[in-house]
T-cell receptor
Framework: AQKITQTQPGMFVQEKEAVTLDCTYDTSDPSYGLFWYKQPSSGEMIFLIYQGSYDQQNATEGRYSLNFQKARKSANLVISASQLGDSAMYFCAMREGLDSNYQLIWGAGTKLIIKP | DAGVIQSPRHEVTEMGQEVTLRCKPISGHDYLFWYRQTMMRGLELLIYFNNNVPIDDSGMPEDRFSAKMPNASFSTLKIQPSEPRDSAVYFC????????????FGSGTRLTVV
């Protein structure tokens, strides 16, 4: 079974609209972290936001927020007021067992294209 | 903070040649990871080190691949002999507390084997 599932291979969104990128995960470990990375066409991997399984509040970083629904095992990325520069691949990733495990499990990614 | 530094950015080589990719992690980071990214397989973890010691190399595709970390500030990934199917982007990343236990990635090396 997939540990990280990103169901949207691609999305087109009008500039200035909000965007939600879906991510569901599967783990039985109570201690885990969820990450979102952005990969623009230039190729670098850019860390966006992190959510820990014990965090009481949803993470936010500027225009990025993470809609964390623990019971549903979802960690959707929300981008407010999208910009042309947001066009990129977006990857969701999970790290299980935060005290002892240092590997990330990656989703397949969602290609986001922002239309002017 | 210079970030994770990889070299070269691009490498084109002929099949059968030896290829060496280099990585300098962020100072103070204890973990270093080598990834390969292709369209078909996505991001694959090849190997990772803790305090210069290889911890898990189960992702290394075959004996043609080897990785070393002789000190805390330098790592290499070597492919010998290279094959066209090794063409990919190779990323190095180090573990950074400032990203809440996520990785900081280098810019990657785009390898083309012809």
């Amino acid at each position: 079974a997939q540990k990280i599932t990103q169901t949207q291979p691609g999305m087109f969104v009008q500039e200035k609209e909000a965007v939600t990128l879906d991510c569901t995960y599967d783990t039985s470990d109570p201690s885990y972290g969820l990450f979102w990375y952005k990969q623009p066409s230039s190729g670098e991997m850019i860390f966006l936001i992190y959510q820990g399984s014990y965090d009481q509040q949803n993470a936010t970083e500027g225009r990025y927020s993470l809609n964390f629904q623990k019971a549903r095992k979802s960690a959707n990325l929300v981008i407010s007021a999208s910009q042309l520069g947001d066009s990129a691949m977006y990857f969701c990733a999970m790290r299980e067992g935060l005290d002892s495990n240092y590997q990330l499990i990656w989703g397949a990614g969602t290609k986001l294209i922002i239309k002017p | 903070d210079a970030g994770v530094i990889q070299s070269p950015r691009h490498e084109v080589t002929e099949m059968g040649q030896e290829v060496t990719l280099r990585c300098k992690p962020i100072s103070g980071h204890d973990y270093l990871f080598w990834y390969r990214q292709t369209m078909m397989r996505g991001l694959e973890l090849l190997i990772y080190f803790n305090n210069n010691v290889p911890i898990d190399d189960s992702g290394m595709p075959e004996d043609r691949f080897s990785a070393k970390m002789p000190n805390a500030s330098f790592s290499t990934l070597k492919i010998q002999p290279s094959e066209p199917r090794d063409s990919a982007v190779y990323f190095c990343a180090s573990l950074g507390r400032r990203t809440n236990y996520g990785y900081t990635f280098g810019s990657g090396t785009r390898l083309t084997v012809v």
